[in-house]
């Protein structure tokens, strides 16, 4: 099993930046890919951002592209989320996810199997 934990959230002013952290422990040799996932209450999980554990390639919502970063750090096995020029429409519980599987498809959270327990992002106006 594989076990991850976030952290970094935190209330923030619009236009202001945080960087959250997700630390794997645990098989961490069964990660293909890293992503990073948000929810508010009532609304459905939504895909952020994704990043290949090997290769380091990256892929991005919309809604983030250009103002979030995300990275990994192979000998800490943590990934990052840097998120610049922040929008109260960010504000949500962002989550860590692992994916397992070598063909994974970085949006789909069903091919996540391992999963943090969320942080919460506040972005006030």
């Known amino acids: 099993q594989v076990q991850l934990v976030e952290s970094g959230g935190g209330l923030v002013q619009a236009g202001g930046s945080l960087r959250l952290s997700c630390a794997a422990s645990?098989?961490?040799?069964?990660?293909?890919?890293m992503g990073w996932f948000r929810q508010v209450p009532g609304k459905d999980r939504e895909f952020v951002a994704s990043i290949n554990w090997s290769g380091g390639s990256t892929i991005y919502a919309d809604s983030v592209k250009g103002r979030f970063t995300i990275s990994r750090d192979s000998a800490k096995i943590t990934a990052y989320l840097q998120m610049n020029s922040l929008k109260p429409e960010d504000t949500a519980v962002y989550y860590c996810?692992?994916?397992?599987?070598?063909?994974?498809?970085?949006?789909?959270?069903?091919?996540?199997?391992?999963w943090g327990q969320g942080t919460q992002v506040t972005v006030s106006s």
């Open positions: 996810a692992g994916s397992p599987r070598a063909f994974y498809r970085p949006r789909f959270e069903q091919h996540y199997d391992y």
């Open positions: 645990g098989r961490t040799f069964s990660i293909y890919g």
